[in-house]
């Protein structure tokens, strides 16, 4: 199988990669199958969209709640071994973080879902606002199990924002960039949005700033998130990102 090339260069410049058709149809359609099986049954672990109470979520008392991600996936099935491992993804992450990768099972290892009419807006963040390690240099892979355009919740970018030093105070408690700070909002003027095709694969950078609207379109769209590590850019003892163990690849 051939395996996704990445321009090395352009990501740490850029902050983020999208890799075309990475993920092979026939791990999409087991994956398919694997999803339709959790939904059925709502497999816990899960949250739901009324959990964190983003713009556009149910209200907790609502009679209709609608997932926002079903936790832990990794450990699930041993399909998503097969999938970072056949679909080369693990080389490319390799390349990247100049180690073998490592994935934490305590941050994302989710599969995330945005429903028509019963999901959220996420604001603009970066992924490590809650994570603890010693350099800060880890990798979100998100693979997108369907198309996934802007109105149904795609993803937006701000290319390069990985490298700033943002002042803590443009964040709120959540993390999330305050509508007031008017000094970095400029930069959202070049956000970028690659819009992804069924089992393309964008590898992003944790600092790099993101966000989402809530699904407009009648289709729900899905996804699986995974985030690795690079051998000594260990978790720190004590916090959340040491819990929940890890898993290594290559040698």
């Known amino acids: 199988m051939t ?44 949250e739901l969209e009324s959990d964190i109470g983003y713009p556009g979520a149910p209200d907790p008392g609502a009679r209709t709640q609608s997932v926002r991600r079903f936790l832990q996936v990794f450990q699930r099935d041993a399909l998503f071994r097969d999938l970072l491992e056949e679909s080369g993804l693990v ?13 934490s099972l305590a941050h994302h290892n989710c599969l995330m879902t945005k429903e028509p009419r019963l999901s959220s807006d996420t604001p603009w ?46 964040f ?30 964008l590898l992003f950078h944790c600092r790099l700033l993101h966000c989402a609207s809530r699904n407009f379109e009648a289709i729900a769209k899905r996804s699986l998130v995974f985030t690795f590590r690079r051998e000594d850019d260990l978790p720190r003892k004590g ?9 290594r690849f290559g040698g």
């Not at 008017?182 to 003027?189: A, G």
Request: proline fraction near 8%.
């Open 3 to 46: 395996t996704a090339r990445v321009d090395v260069p352009g990501f740490h410049e850029q902050g983020y990669a999208v890799l075309r058709g990475a993920v092979p149809e026939a791990h999409l359609a087991r994956l398919d199958q694997l999803v339709q099986d959790w939904e059925r049954a709502r497999a816990a672990p899960l």
């Open 239 to 247: 916090t959340r990102s040491a819990e929940g163990g890890e898993v």
């Open 172 to 201: 709120d408690e959540r993390e999330a960039l305050r509508d007031e700070a008017t000094e970095v909002r400029p930069l959202l003027e070049s956000a970028v949005a690659p819009t992804l095709a069924r089992g393309d694969v």
């Open 125 to 170: 963040h970066r992924d490590r606002r809650f994570w603890s390690f010693t350099h800060d240099e880890l990798i979100t892979a998100w693979i997108a199990l369907g198309d996934e355009p802007l109105a149904r919740g795609g993803l937006r970018l701000v290319p390069g924002s990985h490298r700033l030093d943002l002042p803590p105070d443009c």
């Open 91 to 103: 080389d490319d992450l390799g390349g990247l973080l100049g180690s073998p990768p490592i994935l």
